[in-house]
């Protein structure tokens, strides 16, 4: 749908900008969020990830000569580090708390307008 279709077929939403979307009126489905995550948590887990379930300050990207690879830094609630070379941000709609992500290279930081 384009966006005038959009705002034909969903009058009660607002589409920003220039959107398209699809819309299947028959055989489409749902997702529930909170079994999605607990899918992925499992799926990580079974992988060998470590699920660390604690509020983060902020992540810190770090290079490591040795690994040749960036590293990263995660800094907790709680004051513990959690050093990484791979991390998943997942906030939902919070995530403009606080700068989260490392600075760019210009020093800006992702933000969204919700």
Avoid at 62 to 79: C, F, L, M, N, Q
Wanted: proline share 5%; glycine share 8%.
């Amino acid at each position: 749908l384009d966006q005038d279709a959009l705002g034909q077929r969903f009058p009660f939403l607002h589409f920003p900008g220039q959107n398209e979307g699809i819309f299947e009126s028959t055989g489409a489905g749902w997702v529930s969020a909170r079994r999605q995550v607990d899918a992925q948590l499992k799926m990580a887990k079974t992988l060998g990830c470590d699920v660390v379930n604690e509020e983060v300050q902020r992540v810190d990207k770090i290079h490591d000569d040795e690994a040749k690879a960036p590293r990263y830094v995660v800094h907790t609630a709680s004051g513990a580090e959690v050093h990484a070379r791979k991390v998943v941000v997942t906030t939902g709609a919070f995530n403009n708390a606080r700068p989260l992500l490392p600075a760019g290279p210009l020093g800006e930081h992702i933000t969204l307008d919700l």
